[in-house]
């Protein structure tokens, strides 16, 4: 394991919720710091959307098989930093019908594992009451998440997903539906750049972490840092685990080291191939 990937797993160890140590074993131990979290998020319909809170990894532990996990993230995160800029790009995954509501969340960010900062743009595909329900959104901690009203986001929409700082202290956050526009806001944003992240999230609802939705799997591609490739390596890839199972996996990286996929089982899925 080299350097940053440790880096890493010391800056997101928080608190115990669910997650389980190296041995595989369940458990809840205290860690260095409390969970933070943010503000609801504005939406346009509380049935839909609901007081979804800011996207923090609850209960990361390191692993053996992966850089780290977590009770609600997975994915890739380096932070090799400092990071001016991050983006990449997935299609908005199909979200199948279950017996109660269940919520996921694909985003970029910077910032979100190497310190108290974030800031990150994604969309949502939850199953409320019923009903799928596809969103776009941006958030800066400690600010709400925002809803992006003005980009109607289906399943199979390719979206693309830029933040880049344009000045000291103005950051540029740019998300791009391939069917229905764009949109971009430059904001105020102070954070130290120290960590990037591609992640597939069951975010806090309520303040607790409701059921992931089932969801189809989640190719991230076209990984940036920094305006080059990404260059993810296995040992910066982290899976999701809930009472000692693994939920949620990443596959190891594509052969351009800019891509992987997300599916819902225990096993890494194969890596997607080169595009």
């Known amino acids: 394991m080299h350097a940053r990937s440790t880096f890493v797993i010391a800056a997101i160890i928080i608190l ?3 997650a389980a140590p190296a041995g595989g074993a369940t458990g809840s131990t205290p860690a260095a710091a ?6 609801p998020l504005a939406s346009p319909s ?11 990894p609850a209960g990361v532990r390191s692993a053996s098989d992966f850089g780290w996990y977590s009770s609600n993230w997975a994915g890739y995160a380096v932070a090799a930093g400092p990071y001016r800029s991050a983006s990449g790009q997935w299609t908005v995954p199909t979200v199948i019908p279950t017996g109660r509501s269940s919520y996921s969340a694909q985003w ?9 900062a974030l800031i990150q743009a994604g969309t949502q595909a939850n199953f409320v009451n019923g009903t799928a329900h596809y969103s ?3 958030e800066i901690l400690p600010a709400p998440a925002v ?6 986001v289906r399943p199979g929409d390719l979206i693309s997903v830029s933040i880049a700082r344009v000045s000291p202290g103005r950051w540029r956050i ?32 309520g303040w607790r972490i409701p059921p992931l939705a089932s969801h189809a799997p989640v190719v991230f591609d076209n ?28 596959s190891a990286p594509d052969a351009d080291g800019n891509g992987f996929v997300v599916a819902q089982q225990a096993t890494p899925p194969d890596q997607p191939a080169r595009t």
Do not use: C, H
């Open 34 to 39: 409390a969970v933070r979290s943010g503000a």
């Open 223 to 250: 990984a940036m840092v920094n305006g080059a490739m990404a260059q993810l390596s296995a040992a910066d890839a982290g899976a999701m685990l809930r009472r000692g199972m693994l939920v949620d996996t990443p």
């Open 174 to 205: 740019t998300l791009k539906d391939s069917r229905s526009g764009s949109f971009t806001t430059i904001r105020s944003y102070a954070g130290p750049g120290g960590s990037a992240e591609w992640i597939e999230e069951a975010p806090v609802v």
């Open 16 to 18: 115990g919720l669910g």
């Open 147 to 152: 809803s992006i009203r003005t980009l109607a």
């Open 108 to 116: 970029v960010g910077v910032d979100g594992v190497s310190s108290a």
């Open 46 to 56: 509380a049935s839909a959307d609901p007081a979804i809170r800011a996207a923090t």
């Open 136 to 138: 776009a959104w941006w």
